[in-house]
């Protein structure tokens, strides 16, 4: 578990409509698995197992909730209580307090200055994380941020990450996240003709980037950002699910 202090470690996707949810990712990501867990008055909590690692899943939200459909990632943290109080202190917002699930760990749901919204995490098992993602699998994660100064102060005091600044040609400055000198995260600027509201953005692995977006514009997925390659990391592509839940896909070097 120490070893995963600071990154993301699970990432549950909370739809209107879980069955067209599950329908959309396990035709586009054959090397998923999901197993149906019954979770009592909440439903059913749909386990995705991706080439052989537990990573996530997939939740039902009532349409009538005005709740869009979004993925939220989890980062695993010592004290969940304590990094909530640091939430508070930092300027965030918790949307839900600290709850603890059995056999499973502590978590809550809290919104950054800008208002994207993450889980601090108090793992009570540990959770594996593949060494290299393979395809199906999560990659990265990336705050897309109308105030890139107060998103990295807030960061820094609630997961204690640091920050390495990058120039980016004709992009801005691109921010990375770390801990213990590896990237865990990013964030880059919103563009300012961006009509949405500052999120956390989930990648999810593909080799075949190409092929997996015309895979996923035929299941209904809309295309916002087409595949293209940022020269020494790697090809990809942002789009918004069946159900309008925002992702991207990822494939290293280019």
């Known amino acids: 578990m120490s070893d995963n202090l600071g990154r993301f470690v699970w ?4 739809t ?15 090397e998923w698995t999901v197993e149906d867990l019954g979770i009592g008055a909440a439903g059913t909590y749909h386990l995705i197992r991706a080439n052989g690692f537990q990573c996530g899943g997939i939740v039902a939200i009532p349409e009538d ?7 939220i990632g989890y980062v695993a943290v ?8 640091r939430v508070k202190e930092a300027a965030g917002a918790v949307v839900m307090p600290a709850h603890t699930a059995p056999g499973i760990g502590r978590f809550a749901v809290v919104a950054d200055p800008v208002g994207a919204i993450v889980k601090p995490f108090e793992v009570e098992r540990e959770i594996h994380l593949p060494t290299r993602p393979k395809s199906g699998q999560f990659a990265y994660d990336e705050c897309l941020s109308n105030n890139v100064p107060a998103t990295q102060r807030f960061y820094q005091s609630v997961f204690g990450w640091s920050v390495i600044e990058t120039p980016m040609d004709g992009l801005g400055t691109y921010t990375s996240f770390r801990v213990d000198e590896k990237d865990t995260a990013g964030c880059q600027a919103m ?10 953005l989930s990648y999810l692995y593909a080799e075949d980037i190409d092929d997996r977006v ?4 035929s299941l209904g ?8 390659n940022v020269p020494g990391v790697g090809r990809f592509a942002v789009l918004a699910d069946s ?3 925002l992702f991207a896909l990822f494939r290293r070097g280019v």
Do not use: R
């Not at 909730?65 to 993925?71: Q, R, T």
């Not at 997925?221 to 293209?228: G, H, R, T």
């Open 11 to 14: 990432h549950d996707l909370m």
């Open 16 to 30: 209107t409509d879980a069955q067209k949810s599950l329908e959309f990712y396990q035709q586009l990501f054959p």
């Open 65 to 71: 909730a005005g709740i869009p459909s979004h993925w």
């Open 78 to 85: 010592k004290d969940c209580d304590a990094a909530v109080e």
């Open 191 to 200: 563009p300012p003709e961006a009509d949405g509201n500052p999120v956390w």
């Open 214 to 217: 015309a895979k996923a514009e």
């Open 221 to 228: 997925a809309q295309l916002f950002v087409e595949p293209q």
């Open 243 to 245: 159900s309008n839940a």
